[in-house]
């Protein structure tokens, strides 16, 4: 692994020395045991309390989302900047990649309380339904936010004293970006901070291949040192054809089949082959089952059918799934859980006005159902959902779009969110390079320098998931060098946007 430091894992590293203990032969469950009572007991959950559930669920906007048309800054001043360097047309209408600014007062967002400076920012045209749970208190913005090992200035990052100023590795690569985003680590790293929380909660999970499950393939983010990453379809489990339905119309086959597929063997990796195959047997029948006894209890109605606005929404798809195993979690046995959903096609080098609104539409309606859902369930102080990307982008324009950026703004929505507000500090907007303090908070062509980094972010959403303080470091391997004891309270451990 990059940069993780899992011996700091205490209570994984309970998991690596059971197997240690292995070799007190006999012994080796009192061992187990033992251990046990000091470490696996994660979130001090209460087994017989069905109230007793969080779930975190992390909408990833593959391709790097650009910040400057999402939230959009629309204060007068600042929102001329804007205009004038995306080629705004005259008195505020539209032009080159800039929106009109009559078209964002529908999502104008108001803060309970004010930013500093008369800052004001609007979402995108198309949001209107997180506009709408911003302004009554569902959802918050995070302002400026992206990898960052240790805090820094303009001036440190042009410096070439790495060892005093280390950089995130690879910026401005999607491959990269995307995996330190997820994990702290560039393209390769095995170990994410959503299973890291995962390796913390299969303790509280009476089925804890449940714990960690995502609706979009596989990625680096559900995987734990123990938690696996268990993936389903926006349709439910992922079936075993041959063990579900008859093999060339012969029902002999298929047991045949079943059989051959799940039976012990001698050789060593056949063995463990055909132990994987059952647990996949296995979890599917009860994932399925889980799903049905949800749909026909009427437990979640609103999700089926699925609601017509939804039709060709992959992203909407994907969260009807996370709800409808939320629904079921109880038959599937989990307290703790975390998500992992995903919508691709943000890399705008081109056609950014005529393509992002589709995008934005999509994150909207998705994530505000998502939460609607999560209120009918009743769980919806107890669910949260948070957007990722690869980067932000650059304010200046290419022509068409915007180019690989750094920073960017994020979402958060959910019950349990401090909501009506926004986190962190708003950037100044600026493309030029000069000593003026409005240019100190950009890389080049408007690219931000995060003034939060995703450690700080993510230990945000920890904290509230259950994980000590005395945890994140082991989750979080920069977060040492933010907050008070780093001597850095500019830059808080906790953005302070959940609830306790």
């Not at 800054?73 to 209408?93: C, E, F, H, I, K």
């Not at 060892?163 to 997820?182: G, R, T």
Request: aromatic share 8%.
């Amino acid at each position: 692994m990059y940069l993780l430091q899992p011996h700091l894992h205490t209570r994984r590293a309970f998991l690596r020395r059971a197997g240690q203990l292995a070799m007190t032969g006999t012994a080796l469950p009192m061992a187990l045991n033992l251990a046990a009572l000091g470490e696996a007991a994660a979130f001090n959950v209460n087994p017989s309390d069905p109230n007793d559930y969080k779930a975190l669920v992390c909408v990833f906007l593959y391709g790097g989302n650009d910040y400057a048309n999402t939230v959009v800054t629309y204060d007068d001043p600042s929102y001329n900047l804007y205009s004038a360097v995306r080629g705004g047309g005259a008195g505020q209408s539209a032009g080159g990649i800039a929106l009109a600014k009559s078209e964002l007062a529908a999502t104008l967002l108001s803060p309970t309380v004010p930013l500093p400076n008369a800052r004001q920012y609007a979402l995108h045209p198309a949001m209107t339904g997180l506009a709408a749970l911003f302004n009554s208190g569902q959802a918050a913005v995070q302002l400026n936010v992206g990898p960052l090992v240790v805090p820094l200035t303009r001036a440190e990052y042009n410096n070439s004293n790495r060892v005093a100023y280390p950089l995130p590795p690879k910026l401005f690569s999607h491959n990269d970006q995307q995996s330190i985003w997820q994990s702290s680590s560039p393209e390769g790293s095995t170990i994410g901070w959503g299973g890291n929380l995962g390796d913390l909660a299969l303790a509280s999970n009476t089925n804890s291949l449940f714990t960690c499950i995502s609706v979009t393939g596989n990625a680096v983010f559900l995987s734990g040192d123990s938690a696996l990453s268990y993936q389903v379809s926006t349709s439910g489990a992922v079936a075993i054809n041959g063990v579900k339905s008859n093999v060339y119309g012969s029902s002999a086959v298929k047991t045949a089949l079943t059989s051959l597929i799940q039976q012990p063997r001698a050789h060593t990796l056949e063995n463990e082959y055909n132990k994987v195959v059952t647990r996949a047997v296995n979890s599917e029948t009860q994932v399925t089952s889980a799903l049905s006894a949800t749909a026909s209890a009427g437990v979640a109605p609103f999700l089926e059918p699925m609601p017509a606005t939804f039709s060709g929404n992959s992203l909407a798809s994907q969260l009807k799934m996370v709800a409808r195993l939320i629904a079921g979690r109880a038959a599937l046995g989990n307290k703790r859980q975390v998500f992992l959903v995903s919508l691709g096609g943000f890399d705008l080098h081109d056609n950014l006005i005529s393509q992002q609104p589709i995008l934005m539409d999509r994150v909207s309606e998705a994530m505000a159902a998502f939460h609607d859902a999560t209120v009918s369930l009743g769980v919806a102080n107890k669910v949260t959902a948070f957007t990722a990307s690869d980067f932000g982008r650059t304010l200046a324009s290419n022509g068409d779009g915007s180019d690989h950026g750094w920073g960017g703004h994020h979402i958060v929505v959910g019950g349990a969110v401090k909501g009506k507000a926004f986190y962190g500090n708003a950037p100044p907007v600026s493309v030029t390079s000069t000593s003026a303090p409005d240019d100190q908070w950009h890389v080049g062509q408007g690219r931000l320098l995060p003034s939060t980094s995703v450690d700080q972010y993510a230990a945000t959403l920890a904290r509230w998931f259950g994980v000590a303080d005395s945890e994140l470091a082991g989750i979080l391997p920069n977060l040492k060098h933010f907050g008070v004891a780093a001597g850095r309270p500019d830059y808080p451990s906790d953005m302070g946007f959940m609830a306790a």
